[in-house]
């Protein structure tokens, strides 16, 4: 709680007599808006930060509606009427209470001492170079999770508040004076604190930029010397300790934030990809202020794709940004955007359909998908792309003599890369640094595949051929284009909303490439250029695909139908040592994948984590293919039988019907 002092007092308590009572029905109003929870409690926080200004604590006690009448109030003040106001509205809230760094202020450790005398060891929660402050944690209703609201600051949900509290860029002026958060607590009537330092100043704070920030040679003390303030700062809020006996650990607190400040500063600043990876992850959390932010940040630094304004725009739409989220959408929309029905159906974008604006969008979007299918119905409408293998090895030749490696990946190779290299970035090759680890734990077989990885741009030739032979099965296909681009070595393909993505670094197998530094997986998944058109034609198949993907049984047949209805249509399989295996035990595999099936752990059958027990991994796609191998022989029907395998939402069904298993 600030207490600067009776000279700034009087100003402050001047201005509170002076301030307008604030309405209770206007508060709830706007709390009432459509949207997410979120969303909804971020309104309400905006209306009282800028309606109820802050004034310093005169250590008087008033009820909510006389602060409402005074129209002002201490962050205590700001969480008493914020969390009146929530329960009212239906929202589950509870006080947090925390100390922050300062500046160091004889005068504010002289209060303090005052304080403690006259009323115990609870006042030394501010000091020297400490404060103390109120503020709430609300539930979201839908996911169960607690998130910070804070109308005396004016900021809501865990990546805003972190940014806000604990960013090293521009603070809003409400926080100035707070340094950074030390000791976080929630308590709630009737039951023992919550201890929060870990969630939000060791968890939040060191996933920021990436995860870079407990990266730093400085995390450590912080780590540290949160930890070791924090039985001494609840000890403190609940008058059993003296925290002014903490100098020490607080003064190690204000050292290692000032070295975090000055190391992070020091690092390369985020590519475009790794911007809308954070706002991706942002989004996901449920804190669409700062994923609208990131997402800017991203399309400013030159981001291509327009699934990326359009998430942007989501972000925008979610925080109540009604305009940025229109203009988004058109940037979206003039980069081709044509997923109409995802569009109409997502919940994120609920709140812009009233407006006027909401139909022409639509509108765009749907005569966007109609040219997307007038030019991808064709199998030779697809482009084929390559340009980002050469992109990628003119920035390899340089990394020997680059003062920074994995900044010169980034500036020379990720981001100046194509739509599909930036789609492939965010869960495949992550970041620059993680390629250049990658890179230089792999140096031999970096330097062997160059020219197996350019053999890609003679693909076209054979692919264009399986995509000919898929259009004479299925009319209804669609041929997106196809990106070759060099990864992390951890995929070897797969698609987005610009295309079919192919990781060419997992096919520069061949003689004279050295195995050595590959571990037992790696050996089993790399495969020589011959291999391309069969995963060409597999990531055609997913890009087709819209049955459901939850459970086991699910999962294993989006993987093995892909696999079978490109063996009707392509040469080879890159998965032959799986099939070979699983044709030598099929039947005890079919029995322990009954067993499993209706559950959603895939981890024994799906992707690298599943091999295991002398058994090589992605068994899954063996069962899934023999599932739709058994349901396509025994149809009737071949072209309804194709349609069923890769839109129909009851896999038990075709399950059933295809009768698989019955002999073992």
């Not at 310093?56 to 962050?75: F, K, M, Q, W």
């Not at 003039?334 to 022409?360: I, K, N, V, Y």
């Not at 050469?390 to 680059?402: G, I, N, S, V």
Request: charged residues 20%; proline residues 6%.
């Amino acid at each position: 709680m600030k207490r600067p002092g009776l000279l700034l007092l009087l100003p402050a308590v001047l201005a509170a007599q002076a301030a307008p009572g604030l309405s209770r029905s206007e508060a709830l109003a706007a709390l009432a808006r459509p949207g997410a929870a979120e969303a909804r409690v971020r309104a309400l926080v905006d209306h009282l930060h800028q309606r109820m200004p802050w004034v310093a604590t005169d250590y008087r006690t008033r009820s909510v509606d006389e602060i409402l009448a005074r129209g002002s109030g201490n962050c205590a003040d700001h969480a008493k009427v914020l969390l009146d106001l929530l329960k009212a509205g239906g929202f589950e809230a509870r006080w947090v209470r925390e100390i922050n760094l300062q500046a160091p202020s004889e005068r504010r450790q002289a209060s303090a001492r005052a304080k403690v005398a006259e009323g115990g060891k609870g006042f030394s929660v501010f000091g020297y170079q400490h404060n103390d402050h109120r503020w709430l944690e609300v539930r979201d209703p839908a996911s169960g999770a607690w998130f910070p609201a804070d109308s005396s600051l004016g900021v809501v949900g865990g990546g805003a508040w972190a940014a806000a509290r604990l960013g090293f860029g521009t603070r809003p002026a409400a926080v100035a004076d707070m340094i950074a958060p030390v000791f976080v607590e929630a308590v709630q009537p009737g039951r023992p604190p919550e201890p929060r330092s870990e969630a939000y100043l060791l968890q939040a704070f060191g996933a920021m930029g990436g995860g870079r920030i407990r990266t730093l040679p400085a995390w450590p003390a912080w780590e540290q010397a949160v930890r070791a303030l924090e039985p001494h700062a609840s000890s403190a809020f609940q008058g059993t300790e003296d925290l002014h006996a903490q100098a020490g650990t607080l003064a190690a607190l204000a050292d290692a934030y000032a070295a975090l400040r000055a190391q992070a500063q020091a690092l390369p600043t985020p590519s475009a990809a790794e911007l809308a990876q954070q706002g991706h992850r942002a989004l996901l959390a449920k804190e669409p202020v700062r994923a609208a932010d990131l997402y800017d940040r991203a399309l400013a630094a030159g981001l291509k794709g327009a699934q990326h304004p359009y998430q942007g725009a989501c972000a925008h739409a979610l925080a109540g940004h009604g305009d940025a989220a229109f203009g988004l959408l058109q940037k979206a929309l003039d980069q081709g955007f044509h997923q109409a029905a995802a569009l109409r159906e997502d919940a994120d974008l609920a709140p812009l359909h009233a407006d006027p604006r909401w139909s022409g969008v639509v509108a765009a979007a749907e005569a966007n998908a109609q040219r997307f299918r007038t030019v991808h119905s064709d199998p030779d409408g697809a482009r084929f792309i390559a340009t980002d293998v050469d992109l990628f090895w003119k920035a390899y030749a340089k990394l020997p003599a680059a003062p920074d490696p994995a900044d010169l990946l980034r500036r020379e190779y990720l981001d100046p890369g194509s739509a599909g290299l930036q789609d492939f970035i965010p869960n495949r090759i992550r970041s620059a640094a993680n390629l250049l680890e990658v890179i230089q734990r792999h140096p031999r077989y970096f330097a062997a595949i160059r020219a197996n990885t350019l053999k890609a741009a003679g693909v076209e030739a054979a692919a264009r051929r399986s995509f000919r032979a898929f259009k004479a099965l299925y009319a209804d296909a669609m041929f997106p284009d196809v990106y070759f681009v060099v990864g992390a070595l951890d995929s070897g393909g797969t698609s987005s909303s610009n295309g079919l993505l192919l990781g060419v670094d997992l096919f520069g197998g061949g003689p004279g490439v050295p195995m050595d530094e590959m571990g037992p997986w790696h050996r089993a998944v790399i495969h020589t250029p011959v291999d391309l058109p069969s995963i060409v034609a597999h990531e055609l198949i997913h890009f087709q695909q819209t049955h459901p993907v939850r459970t086991l049984l699910e999962k294993a047949f989006h993987e093995g139908s892909a696999d079978f209805l490109a063996s009707l249509i392509a040469e080879g399989n890159f998965n032959r040592a799986v099939y070979d295996y699983g044709y030598a035990h099929e039947a005890e595999l079919w029995r322990q994948f009954r067993a499993e099936r209706a559950g959603t752990d895939a981890s024994r059958w799906l992707y690298g984590s599943s091999q295991r027990d002398g058994r090589p991994a992605d068994l899954g796609y063996f069962v899934g293919f023999r599932i739709a191998q058994a349901y396509y022989r025994q149809a009737q029907d071949k072209p309804r039988a194709i349609r069923a395998i890769l839109t129909s939402d009851d896999i038990g069904q075709i399950l059933a019907e295809s009768r698989y298993g019955e002999t073992f």
